[in-house]
């Protein structure tokens, strides 16, 4: 059986080979304090973030594109690799038997040896045979089908949770990458200051997220718009809702979207000249889901003058990618490290 998991800081996709993509969740587990039981995992546990009880916690193991804990990324990956290997069969569910379990988890291209090896023992104990590691920009290209193996430079922007990536690829090879701790958990902090310092209103970080997704942008998009914001007045203590434009929503998240948009021209400078050539043609290619925020194309292609393009399908992008390697050992071999 062969398993393809891109074990990204906000969602953890898994693909199995002949059947497509079986897991798309949250990476979000919640335990309960003390024990470090799990009461919960994906969508069920993000539900509970910033809901939760004294006796539980819900947390994100992969938060900031490191291994925060392991104990629990384990847990998570475990959880849901026997998700993916479960066939549902009229009334109950089993779990396919299969003789050797070969799995490609995609990682950030930051994470350290020490975190590597960690998420290969997560992978084998959860019952993999053999594991590979791809690193996620690279994953990325291959997903969205750029032309990885010609001698020529493409540039992948991925813009998780919490990274962004930035990668530009000739030969089956990363020529020169970034990887930044900003992506699109910190727009929502940005968010959540900008209510607070201007309307003394706190929120959550899920009402942030909500804002971002339906009135946020990079630049303007057809017309500006507004909408209904609801938190806790900080003075008065007391629910409170406030209504904020698109334009204050963009204003609030400058400062996080210069970041990204510096790790890319960082990367255009130490781009070698022939390679730094082709992208002018070629362009940027946008994956993650990050890079749904209204405009990020537009912006990206305005400020760097190079063509920007947005993946299909950004959030899917890498689980296709490991999907892609798998049906081909050589391939997988070339572009990913070696197993276990
Ligand atoms: P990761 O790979 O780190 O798990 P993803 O690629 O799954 O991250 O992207 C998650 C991020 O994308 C979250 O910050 C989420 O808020 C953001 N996101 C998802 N959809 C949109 C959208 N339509 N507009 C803006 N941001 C979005
Ligand atoms: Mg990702």
């Keep these: 059986m062969d398993i393809g998991i891109d074990l990204g800081t906000a969602n ?5 080979k002949d059947e497509g993509i079986k897991v798309r969740q949250p990476s979000v587990v919640a335990v309960k304090k003390g024990s470090n039981e799990v009461v919960a995992v994906g969508d069920d546990a993000k539900r509970m973030l910033g809901r939760t009880p004294d006796t539980i916690s819900a947390v994100r193991p992969l938060r900031d594109g490191v291994i925060a804990d392991f104990e629990m990324t384990e847990a998570m990956l475990k959880h849901f690799i026997k998700e993916a290997r479960t066939k549902d069969k009229g009334s109950g569910s089993k779990i396919v038997k299969a003789s050797k379990i070969r799995v490609v988890v995609a990682v950030p291209s930051g994470i350290t040896e020490v975190e590597k090896r960690a998420v290969k023992d997560s992978a084998r104990h959860a019952g993999a045979d053999e594991v590979y590691l ?3 920009p690279m994953a990325a290209a291959i997903g969205v089908g750029l032309p990885i193996q010609d001698a020529s430079g493409n540039m992948i922007v991925d813009i998780g949770g919490g990274t962004t990536e930035v990668a530009v690829i000739s030969l089956s090879g990363i020529v020169q990458s ?12 940005s968010i959540i200051s900008y209510m607070k310092r201007k309307y003394n209103l706190m929120i959550g970080e899920r009402t942030a997220e909500t804002v971002k997704i339906q009135i946020g942008s990079a630049t303007v998009v057809d017309k500006e718009t ?8 900080l003075v008065e203590g007391l629910p409170k809702t406030i209504n904020v434009t ?3 929503i963009r204003e609030a998240m400058a400062e996080p979207l210069a970041a990204i948009l510096d790790s890319v021209k960082v990367t255009l400078e130490r781009c070698p000249p022939e390679l730094a050539a082709d992208l002018v043609d070629r362009g940027i290619m946008l994956a993650g889901g990050g890079s749904l925020l209204g405009g990020l194309d537009i912006w990206l292609a305005e400020q ?28 997988l071999k070339k572009v990913t490290s070696a197993g276990v």
Aim: proline share 3%.
């Design 246 to 248: 698109s334009q204050e």
């Design 178 to 189: 970034r990887s930044v701790r900003v992506g699109g958990d910190e727009l929502d902090e």
């Design 226 to 233: 507004s909408m209904d914001v609801k938190g806790r007045d």
């Design 134 to 136: 791809i690193e996620e």
């Design 12 to 16: 953890t996709l898994v693909y199995v």
């Design 304 to 331: 760097t003058g190079i063509p920007t393009h947005l993946a299909d399908d950004p959030l899917q992008a890498i689980v296709e990618g490991t999907g892609r390697v798998l049906s081909e050992i050589s391939f």
